[in-house]
Protein backbone atom coordinates (compact mmCIF):
# COMPACT_ATOMS: atom_id res chain seq x y z
CA UNK A 1 0.00 0.00 0.00
CA UNK A 2 1.24 3.44 -0.37
CA UNK A 3 1.82 5.69 1.89
CA UNK A 4 -0.43 8.96 2.44
CA UNK A 5 2.74 10.93 1.95
CA UNK A 6 3.30 9.95 -1.27
CA UNK A 7 -0.37 10.82 -2.29
CA UNK A 8 -0.75 13.55 -4.87
CA UNK A 9 -3.05 15.70 -6.29
CA UNK A 10 -3.45 15.93 -10.75
CA UNK A 11 -6.25 17.37 -12.53
CA UNK A 12 -8.90 16.97 -9.55
CA UNK A 13 -7.88 13.38 -8.36
CA UNK A 14 -5.85 12.25 -5.36
CA UNK A 15 -3.64 9.46 -6.35
CA UNK A 16 -0.26 7.60 -5.37
CA UNK A 17 2.44 9.48 -6.82
CA UNK A 18 3.55 6.47 -8.83
CA UNK A 19 0.37 6.40 -10.67
CA UNK A 20 0.65 10.00 -11.58
CA UNK A 21 0.56 10.67 -15.77
CA UNK A 22 0.86 13.56 -17.99
CA UNK A 23 0.73 14.20 -21.82
CA UNK A 24 3.84 14.74 -23.35
CA UNK A 25 1.99 17.20 -25.36
CA UNK A 26 1.46 19.12 -21.90
CA UNK A 27 2.89 22.77 -22.46
CA UNK A 28 4.89 22.51 -19.12
CA UNK A 29 7.10 19.44 -20.28
CA UNK A 30 7.74 20.72 -23.98
CA UNK A 31 8.33 24.39 -23.53
CA UNK A 32 8.45 24.87 -19.44
CA UNK A 33 5.04 26.80 -19.99
CA UNK A 34 3.71 27.08 -16.93
CA UNK A 35 4.50 28.72 -12.91
CA UNK A 36 4.54 27.45 -9.68
CA UNK A 37 4.98 27.50 -5.93
CA UNK A 38 6.85 26.06 -2.81
CA UNK A 39 4.80 26.92 0.45
CA UNK A 40 6.12 25.37 3.63
CA UNK A 41 3.71 23.79 6.04
CA UNK A 42 4.62 23.98 9.73
CA UNK A 43 2.50 21.55 12.86
CA UNK A 44 0.13 20.63 9.63
CA UNK A 45 -0.53 24.43 9.23
CA UNK A 46 0.30 26.30 5.72
CA UNK A 47 2.83 28.88 5.86
CA UNK A 48 1.20 32.07 4.69
CA UNK A 49 -0.64 30.73 1.99
CA UNK A 50 -3.12 33.93 1.13
CA UNK A 51 0.34 35.15 0.30
CA UNK A 52 1.46 32.52 -1.99
CA UNK A 53 -1.88 32.22 -3.37
CA UNK A 54 -1.72 36.04 -4.46
CA UNK A 55 1.94 35.17 -5.40
CA UNK A 56 0.32 32.62 -7.93
CA UNK A 57 -2.22 33.96 -9.03
CA UNK A 58 -0.71 37.15 -10.16
CA UNK A 59 2.17 34.80 -12.26
CA UNK A 60 -0.81 33.31 -13.95
CA UNK A 61 -2.33 36.01 -14.54
CA UNK A 62 1.05 37.50 -16.13
CA UNK A 63 1.42 34.67 -18.18
CA UNK A 64 -2.26 34.62 -19.35
CA UNK A 65 -4.08 31.51 -17.33
CA UNK A 66 -7.26 32.67 -15.87
CA UNK A 67 -7.74 32.11 -12.22
CA UNK A 68 -8.33 28.50 -11.57
CA UNK A 69 -9.78 28.14 -7.87
CA UNK A 70 -10.18 30.20 -4.96
CA UNK A 71 -8.08 30.33 -2.30
CA UNK A 72 -10.19 28.03 -0.10
CA UNK A 73 -10.65 25.72 -2.44
CA UNK A 74 -6.45 25.37 -2.95
CA UNK A 75 -6.79 25.19 0.78
CA UNK A 76 -9.10 22.23 0.75
CA UNK A 77 -6.64 20.69 -1.90
CA UNK A 78 -3.24 21.22 -0.19
CA UNK A 79 -4.51 20.44 3.28
CA UNK A 80 -5.02 16.77 1.94
CA UNK A 81 -1.60 16.23 0.98
CA UNK A 82 -0.45 17.27 4.65
CA UNK A 83 -0.48 13.59 6.67
CA UNK A 84 0.36 14.60 9.85
CA UNK A 85 1.84 17.49 12.01
CA UNK A 86 5.59 17.35 10.46
CA UNK A 87 7.19 20.27 9.25
CA UNK A 88 6.74 19.37 5.41
CA UNK A 89 6.70 21.55 1.79
CA UNK A 90 3.93 21.73 -0.77
CA UNK A 91 4.98 21.59 -4.12
CA UNK A 92 1.97 23.28 -6.52
CA UNK A 93 2.62 23.54 -9.78
CA UNK A 94 0.35 24.70 -12.94
CA UNK A 95 0.81 24.47 -16.93
CA UNK A 96 -1.07 25.71 -19.81
CA UNK A 97 -1.74 22.13 -20.33
CA UNK A 98 -1.94 19.65 -23.39
CA UNK A 99 -2.49 20.92 -27.00
CA UNK A 100 -3.11 18.68 -29.88
CA UNK A 101 0.44 19.49 -31.36
CA UNK A 102 3.36 21.42 -30.10
CA UNK A 103 3.43 24.85 -31.59
CA UNK A 104 5.26 28.09 -29.71
CA UNK A 105 1.80 29.45 -30.45
CA UNK A 106 -0.92 29.34 -27.43
CA UNK A 107 -4.06 27.40 -27.62
CA UNK A 108 -7.24 29.10 -27.89
CA UNK A 109 -9.02 27.20 -24.78
CA UNK A 110 -6.34 25.26 -23.17
CA UNK A 111 -7.19 23.44 -19.83
CA UNK A 112 -4.72 24.11 -17.35
CA UNK A 113 -2.43 21.39 -15.79
CA UNK A 114 -2.57 20.95 -11.91
CA UNK A 115 -0.35 19.08 -9.67
CA UNK A 116 0.70 19.00 -5.97
CA UNK A 117 2.25 17.15 -3.79
CA UNK A 118 4.23 17.47 -0.17
CA UNK A 119 7.70 16.28 0.99
CA UNK A 120 9.41 16.14 4.18
CA UNK A 121 10.88 19.63 5.08
CA UNK A 122 14.66 20.01 6.05
CA UNK A 123 17.34 22.55 5.96
CA UNK A 124 20.44 20.87 4.26
CA UNK A 125 22.52 23.59 6.01
CA UNK A 126 23.79 24.61 9.71
CA UNK A 127 22.00 28.13 9.42
CA UNK A 128 24.48 28.39 13.09
CA UNK A 129 27.57 27.92 11.15
CA UNK A 130 26.28 29.57 8.19
CA UNK A 131 27.22 28.84 4.18
CA UNK A 132 29.61 30.33 1.47
CA UNK A 133 28.61 32.47 -1.96
CA UNK A 134 29.89 33.58 -5.11
CA UNK A 135 28.48 36.46 -7.03
CA UNK A 136 27.60 36.26 -10.37
CA UNK A 137 26.46 38.06 -13.71
CA UNK A 138 22.31 37.74 -13.68
CA UNK A 139 22.18 36.14 -16.75
CA UNK A 140 18.43 35.13 -16.60
CA UNK A 141 15.33 36.46 -18.41
CA UNK A 142 13.33 40.20 -17.84
CA UNK A 143 10.59 38.34 -16.40
CA UNK A 144 12.14 37.48 -12.61
CA UNK A 145 8.81 38.20 -11.08
CA UNK A 146 7.02 35.62 -12.35
CA UNK A 147 7.37 32.16 -10.94
CA UNK A 148 8.20 30.23 -13.84
CA UNK A 149 9.14 26.80 -13.99
CA UNK A 150 11.65 27.71 -16.65
CA UNK A 151 14.29 27.39 -14.13
CA UNK A 152 17.35 26.42 -16.62
CA UNK A 153 19.18 29.67 -16.70
CA UNK A 154 19.04 29.64 -12.51
CA UNK A 155 19.95 26.09 -12.59
CA UNK A 156 22.89 26.48 -14.30
CA UNK A 157 23.83 29.72 -12.15
CA UNK A 158 23.64 27.77 -8.88
CA UNK A 159 25.57 24.68 -10.05
CA UNK A 160 28.49 27.21 -10.66
CA UNK A 161 28.15 28.12 -7.46
CA UNK A 162 28.20 24.34 -5.78
CA UNK A 163 30.76 23.74 -7.94
CA UNK A 164 33.02 26.09 -6.25
CA UNK A 165 31.49 24.50 -2.84
CA UNK A 166 29.24 27.13 -1.93
CA UNK A 167 25.72 27.00 -0.87
CA UNK A 168 24.15 30.23 -3.42
CA UNK A 169 25.14 32.42 -6.25
CA UNK A 170 24.21 35.98 -5.73
CA UNK A 171 23.46 37.52 -8.86
CA UNK A 172 24.17 41.13 -10.00
CA UNK A 173 22.93 42.66 -13.12
CA UNK A 174 23.91 46.39 -14.04
CA UNK A 175 25.90 46.63 -10.89
CA UNK A 176 23.62 45.50 -8.44
CA UNK A 177 22.70 43.16 -6.83
CA UNK A 178 18.92 41.22 -7.41
CA UNK A 179 18.43 38.03 -5.69
CA UNK A 180 20.23 34.72 -5.59
CA UNK A 181 19.76 32.02 -7.87
CA UNK A 182 16.89 30.08 -5.59
CA UNK A 183 16.69 32.78 -2.74
CA UNK A 184 16.05 36.37 -1.90
CA UNK A 185 19.16 38.34 -0.22
CA UNK A 186 19.44 40.61 2.24
CA UNK A 187 22.61 42.30 4.27
CA UNK A 188 23.54 44.39 6.87
CA UNK A 189 24.94 47.64 6.28
CA UNK A 190 25.89 50.37 8.77
CA UNK A 191 23.57 48.06 11.04
CA UNK A 192 20.40 48.85 9.30
CA UNK A 193 18.96 45.51 7.36
CA UNK A 194 18.90 46.56 3.64
CA UNK A 195 16.65 44.05 0.51
CA UNK A 196 16.50 45.00 -3.07
CA UNK A 197 13.40 46.58 -3.83
CA UNK A 198 10.54 44.52 -5.72
CA UNK A 199 11.15 45.11 -9.82
CA UNK A 200 10.93 42.71 -13.14
CA UNK A 201 14.66 40.94 -11.82
CA UNK A 202 13.60 39.57 -8.67
CA UNK A 203 11.06 37.51 -7.31
CA UNK A 204 8.83 38.81 -4.81
CA UNK A 205 9.65 36.73 -2.22
CA UNK A 206 6.88 35.44 0.96
CA UNK A 207 9.70 35.12 3.05
CA UNK A 208 11.55 38.53 2.17
CA UNK A 209 8.00 39.61 2.83
CA UNK A 210 7.60 38.63 6.68
CA UNK A 211 11.14 39.61 7.57
CA UNK A 212 9.86 43.30 6.48
CA UNK A 213 7.06 43.00 8.64
CA UNK A 214 9.25 41.18 11.76
CA UNK A 215 11.85 43.69 11.28
CA UNK A 216 9.54 46.65 11.54
CA UNK A 217 7.54 44.75 14.25
CA UNK A 218 10.55 44.17 16.28
CA UNK A 219 11.95 47.96 16.26
CA UNK A 220 15.18 46.60 13.69
CA UNK A 221 15.74 49.24 10.95
CA UNK A 222 14.54 47.73 7.95
CA UNK A 223 14.68 49.22 4.27
CA UNK A 224 13.85 48.34 0.83
CA UNK A 225 17.06 49.53 -1.66
CA UNK A 226 19.42 48.86 -3.95
CA UNK A 227 22.42 47.40 -3.02
CA UNK A 228 25.64 48.01 -4.99
CA UNK A 229 27.59 44.89 -5.85
CA UNK A 230 30.72 46.54 -3.69
CA UNK A 231 28.05 47.57 -0.81
CA UNK A 232 27.54 43.87 -0.82
CA UNK A 233 31.39 42.98 -0.74
CA UNK A 234 31.59 45.11 2.22
CA UNK A 235 28.59 44.22 4.43
CA UNK A 236 28.72 43.34 8.12
CA UNK A 237 26.06 40.65 7.40
CA UNK A 238 24.58 38.52 4.11
CA UNK A 239 21.66 36.64 4.12
CA UNK A 240 19.16 34.27 1.40
CA UNK A 241 16.03 33.62 2.51
CA UNK A 242 13.58 31.32 1.05
CA UNK A 243 10.90 29.03 1.84
CA UNK A 244 12.64 26.49 2.24
CA UNK A 245 15.71 27.98 3.92
CA UNK A 246 13.97 30.61 5.83
CA UNK A 247 16.93 32.54 6.87
CA UNK A 248 20.34 31.66 5.86
CA UNK A 249 23.40 33.27 6.78
CA UNK A 250 26.66 33.84 4.11
CA UNK A 251 30.09 34.09 6.27
CA UNK A 252 31.97 33.60 2.97
CA UNK A 253 31.59 35.57 -0.25
CA UNK A 254 33.45 35.45 -3.27
CA UNK A 255 36.49 33.03 -1.26
CA UNK A 256 36.42 36.43 1.87
CA UNK A 257 34.83 36.47 5.07
CA UNK A 258 32.05 38.20 6.06
CA UNK A 259 32.14 40.37 9.29
CA UNK A 260 33.77 37.78 11.34
CA UNK A 261 33.22 34.66 9.47
CA UNK A 262 30.50 33.83 11.69
CA UNK A 263 26.40 34.60 11.31
CA UNK A 264 26.33 38.07 13.07
CA UNK A 265 24.36 39.22 16.20
CA UNK A 266 21.28 41.05 13.57
CA UNK A 267 20.48 37.48 12.17
CA UNK A 268 20.59 35.74 15.39
CA UNK A 269 18.12 38.35 16.48
CA UNK A 270 15.95 37.82 13.61
CA UNK A 271 16.37 34.16 13.69
CA UNK A 272 14.65 33.93 16.79
CA UNK A 273 12.28 36.38 15.84
CA UNK A 274 11.32 34.09 12.95
CA UNK A 275 11.20 30.69 14.88
CA UNK A 276 8.70 32.38 17.17
CA UNK A 277 6.59 33.41 14.64
CA UNK A 278 7.08 29.47 13.38
CA UNK A 279 5.70 28.27 17.08
CA UNK A 280 2.76 30.70 16.88
CA UNK A 281 1.75 28.94 13.71
CA UNK A 282 2.05 25.45 14.60
CA UNK A 283 0.43 26.41 17.74
CA UNK A 284 -2.34 28.62 16.12
Not at 22 to 27: A, G, N, Q
Not at 56 to 72: A, K, N
Not at 171 to 200: C, M, Q, W
Request: proline fraction near 5%; include cysteine; aromatic fraction near 6%.
Amino acid sequence: MTPENDIVYLNGRFLPLEEARISVLDRGFLFGDGVYEVIPAYGGRLFRLDEHLARLESSLDQIRIRPLLSHREWESILERLLPDDRDRSVYLQVTRGVAEKRDHAMPAKPTPTVFAMSSELKNPYDVHVGVGAITLDDTRWQLCQVKAITLLANILLRQQALDSNCAEAILIRDGLVSEGAASNVFAVIDDVLVTPPKSHDLLPGITRDLLLELAQANAIEAREAAIPAEALAAADEIWLTSSTREILPVVELDGKRVGDGSPGSIWRSMYDIYQAYKQSLRSS
